[in-house]
């Protein structure tokens, strides 16, 4: 079983990235699929999720309309196209699979954990 989350990087203020989220060893149709988010010392928050049934949720109101998940069911792969980056968007985001099959904007974190998570990769946006 695995969750490879890719696409981190480094980019200044008003830049984008495109983080990547390869499944793979498991049922991808019966799990939701998500992202959170955690920089040091900060609590977790839920990014953004896409249910069993397709359903996508986003979950922060800083995100809305600069941030965009998709998902392409041949690859068992999740995109989180971000655009607009801000310095607060710094963290590392973790990629997730939910067994419960529908979105949760706490799944992840240790009071709401999920049976599988990716390895997190680092954004860090530059001023």
């Known amino acids: 079983v695995q969750l490879q989350a890719s696409g981190g990087g480094l980019v200044q203020a008003g830049g984008s990235l495109r983080l990547s989220c390869a499944a793979s060893?498991?049922?991808?149709?019966?799990?939701?699929i998500g992202w959170y988010r955690q920089a040091p010392g900060k609590e977790h928050e839920g990014v953004s999720c896409?249910?069993?049934?397709?359903?996508?949720?986003y979950y922060l109101d800083s995100e809305k309309g600069r941030f965009t998940m998709s998902s392409d069911a041949a690859k068992n792969t999740v995109y989180l196209q971000m655009n607009r980056l801000k310095p607060e968007d710094t963290a590392t985001y973790y990629c997730?699979?939910?067994?419960?099959?529908?979105?949760?904007?706490?799944?992840?974190?240790?009071?709401?954990?999920?049976?599988?998570r990716g390895q997190g990769t680092q954004v860090t946006v530059s001023s």
């Open positions: 896409v249910s069993h049934s397709g359903s996508i949720t």
């Open positions: 997730i699979a939910d067994h419960r099959g529908f979105c949760n904007k706490n799944a992840g974190s240790r009071g709401y954990p999920v049976r599988y």
């Open positions: 060893g498991f049922a991808w149709d019966d799990y939701a």
